[in-house]
């Protein structure tokens, strides 16, 4: 049987899928990320929230989005990505818009924290759908499309919101971009399938030729007997590691980076918005380009490490400069936003090629959750170096380090051990 994908096969897939899944991601990290458009706008002052507990409040997201990743991977991986993504839409869409109706802080902080569960499944689950869809030879471009929804969304996001808070309000802010979630839900409930075998618009005849191309990798790649012995392998583990560290930096520049910039100039919510929009500009770029590149080149961790170096060292600049020296600072911080974006789709590319779809889902979740703890601790530690020395200097270093350690670990994974004829492949992983 025929193993390979035509190009009209190709060219109808990223049409009828990849549109889908970018809403989807995109809807996901508006919700998410436009806390730090609030905290910039006054929520802090209007609720009686302290420097401290601010930045504690907006990473709670996180501490919710880790405990609840591995259970929703497994549910998409065994059941229906459909069913829970539906339900997640409309419950991050009901609490994102209830973020703007809350009068008290418990109330703020229990949202955020269910908000974070929530969401939690979403983005294994998205992976999970695209390893259903997409080859080897395919996987870096596509997970690139997904996780665009994140530079791109914020890119948007910040000018929009900056809009919205300056004419309505941080409270008519969450509400107006809460409810787009859950009208996406009902669109998404009918037009997406699972997985191909159920596709209406494919033939059996491409039904058949992707089946087996999918089959095939998954024949090359060293069985897996379970999630136990999936979790405690070396690549597994040092992945975690390295996410974690690298979504200090990602989550700690995206929710302060509008109050950072704010703090450091004259500046209204409006052009702070318009300047919190340009490093994700640059992020889209880098990502489609580094991604092509991977694909290419069939190499991923290549594409992964020397993006955050870049990033590490536009930190360190950053902090060098200093507060005097504010439009330089600020291409540093493009420059850094650039580079820590541009990996994600080399980086999620590597798993499926390490580990079988038995384990591949739960692994992805399992790095993911590390990742979210990252976030949690990139987003308190940075909000409180903020506020605690009134300069975002501090924070600057802590990220830069960070970051280098993601380097140093991306350096130190290794391929799996591989079944016969696959050797070859695994190694330029």
């Known amino acids: 049987m025929q193993t390979t994908i035509t190009p009209k096969l190709a060219v109808r897939r990223w049409w009828a899928i990849m549109p889908i899944v970018f809403i989807t991601y995109s809807l996901a990290y508006l919700d998410r990320a436009n806390y730090g458009f609030a905290a910039a706008a006054g929520i802090n002052h209007d ?12 990473a709670l997201f996180f501490l919710g989005y880790f405990f609840f990743q591995i259970p929703g991977a497994i549910y998409a991986e065994r059941r229906s990505v459909k069913k829970l993504v539906f339900v997640s839409l409309i419950l991050w869409g009901g609490c994102a818009a209830l973020t703007g109706m809350v009068s008290n802080i418990p109330s703020l902080m229990a949202i955020r924290f269910v908000l974070g569960i929530v969401e939690a499944a979403v983005m294994p689950a998205m ?4 390893s259903n869809w997409f080859t080897k030879s395919e996987r870096s471009r596509a997970n690139t499309f997904l996780i665009l929804g994140n530079p791109v969304t914020v890119l948007w996001m910040s000018v929009v919101s900056g809009y919205l808070v300056n004419s309505f309000g941080w409270r008519n802010m969450f ?7 859950v009208v996406w839900a009902v669109i998404w409930w009918f037009i997406v399938q699972d997985k191909p075998a159920q596709a209406k618009w494919l033939s059996a005849q491409e039904k058949a030729h992707l089946d087996a191309t999918l089959r095939a990798e998954q024949a090359a790649i060293k069985p897996v007997k379970n999630y136990g012995e999936a979790f405690r392998s070396p690549a597994v583990i040092k992945l975690c590691a390295q996410y974690f560290c690298w979504s200090i930096g990602v989550y700690g520049f995206v929710l302060w980076l509008p ?3 704010k703090n450091a100039s004259t500046f209204g ?12 500009l640059a992020a889209t770029i880098a990502m489609i380009a580094a991604s092509w590149a991977s694909d290419k080149l069939n190499a991923r961790k290549a594409f992964v490490w020397p993006f955050l170096l870049i990033g590490a060292f536009a930190f360190a600049g950053s902090y060098l400069l200093g507060s005097t020296h504010f439009w330089a600072s600020y291409a540093l911080l493009v420059i850094a936003g650039a580079a820590m974006y541009a990996p994600y789709g080399p980086f999620f590319a590597i798993v499926p090629e390490l580990l079988p779809k038995n384990v591949a889902g739960g692994a992805m979740a399992l790095i993911n959750s590390m990742g979210a703890l ?53 190694h330029r992983v």
């Open 175 to 181: 509400i107006a971009e809460g409810l787009p979630a």
């Open 47 to 58: 609720l009686g929230i302290s420097k401290g507990l601010s930045s504690l409040i907006g």
């Open 127 to 130: 992976l999970v759908f695209i």
């Open 269 to 280: 919510m409006v052009e702070t918005g318009w300047l919190s929009a340009m490093p994700y």
């Open 374 to 426: 990252g976030s949690f601790v990139g987003s308190y530690v940075v909000g409180y170096l903020n506020g605690a020395t009134g300069s975002p200097g501090a924070s600057y270093v802590f990220m830069s380090a960070a970051l280098v350690a993601a380097v140093v670990l991306t350096l130190a994974v290794r391929p799996q051990g591989a079944a016969s004829g696959s050797a070859k492949l695994a």
């Open 259 to 261: 109050s950072i910039l």
